[in-house]
């Protein structure tokens, strides 16, 4: 499962700017994956996606960015403390797609 997401990625997934909100995050998210991918990220455990998805969220919506728009993306995925780690911050919004997958394939 691993191999398949991470090939996926490396074709498709463009540089984004930070997302504004938690809509935007998983639109710009819903869009670099077919629907058996998105499938596969819902069930996955998220340590699974921690140096795929993970990697890409944290080097293009983390490390890249402006300052305040990574406070912004913090304070919107739940990160209270002005001190947060990325990899920490990167897995709060894998887990918080994973249940954006997870509320659409139950509708």
Known sequence: MHR???SGMKKRLELKQ???????AF??????FNEEEKGQ?????????HFSLGMWIRNNWIYQQDEEDVKHLAEMFGEDSPFFQADDLSGRIIESYQRHLR?????
Do not use: C, G, M, Y
Request: overall charge positive.
């Open 4 to 6: 398949i997401i991470n």
């Open 18 to 24: 930070v997302p504004r909100t938690k809509k935007d």
């Open 27 to 32: 639109a710009q998210l819903d869009a670099q």
């Open 41 to 49: 990220i819902a069930k996955a455990d998220s340590i699974e996606l």
């Open 103 to 107: 509320a659409i394939k139950k509708k």
